[in-house]
């Protein structure tokens, strides 16, 4: 049982390129989340998903798009690299929307 | 503006002392609260959570207390480890319309000296 994990680790973008962070949970959620850390602060929520083929936005979409055509991924795509995306993202799941959600280890990503 | 607040950054404490990690909040729809760990180069992990309908939750070395009329809650760590050096961050749920999106604080760093 793996929990949560994300690919990459970590990746240098330049400005424009763009890119997908993958995450896979084996746990059999519904719920699943993307945040993103910036330094000395709490993490934001980005997009969310309630079960497959369902999403919606977060505290901070913008520059984000993401799907869920299976139960176990939720890719998070970066379509227009801009400096202000260099943080660090979380992705994380949960059974339902009342208990607690398991977190990958992130990827740390730099927009040069 | 920070719905979630841990006014800490930092915290340090002597070993087998108790450690005492403050949270306050400002939205009264908050139900459902959670502190995760996190180490560096790692995601948070799930440490405590409590209900608005109860004041404590106590789970092994870590207890966590609410105080709704003072939107305030504390974990307490007793005896503090060194291997409990880590980030702490104080997390809530409004339920009703959330989806259970997590608002997090900003963390405060706990430093247990041996």
């Known amino acids: 049982n793996a929990g949560v994990t994300q690919t990459p680790k970590f990746r240098i973008l330049k400005i424009g390129q763009s890119m997908t962070l993958q995450c896979t949970q084996d746990?059999?959620?519904?719920?699943m989340y993307w945040y993103r850390q910036d330094p000395g602060m709490g993490l934001k929520l980005i997009y969310y998903s309630v079960g497959a083929g369902i999403t919606d936005k977060g505290e901070v979409p913008n520059g984000y798009n993401v799907s869920r055509s299976t139960t176990e991924d939720f890719p998070l795509r970066l379509e227009l690299a801009a400096p202000s995306q260099t943080s660090v993202y979380f992705c994380?799941?949960?059974?339902?929307?009342?208990?607690?959600?398991?977190f990958g280890p992130g990827t740390r990503l730099t927009v040069l | 503006d920070q719905q979630v607040k841990q006014n800490s950054p930092s915290l340090s404490v002597q070993e087998g002392r108790i450690s005492i990690l403050n949270c306050d909040y400002t939205?009264?729809?908050?139900?459902?609260f959670l502190w995760y760990k996190k180490y560096p180069a790692e995601g948070p992990t799930f440490l405590i959570s409590?209900?608005?309908?109860?004041d404590k939750n106590e789970d092994g070395r870590f207890t966590v207390f609410l105080n709704k009329s003072a939107k305030h809650l504390s974990l307490h760590i007793v005896p503090s480890q060194p291997g409990d050096s880590a980030v702490y961050f104080c997390?809530?749920?409004?339920?009703?319309?959330?989806?259970?999106?997590?608002?997090f604080g900003k963390g405060t760093k706990l430093s247990v000296k041996p």
């Open positions: 939205n009264s729809m908050f139900d459902y």
């Open positions: 409590i209900s608005s309908i109860k």
């Open positions: 746990m059999n959620h519904n719920y």
């Open positions: 994380a799941s949960g059974r339902d929307s009342y208990n607690e959600q398991f």
């Open positions: 997390a809530a749920i409004d339920e009703r319309g959330s989806q259970g999106n997590l608002i």
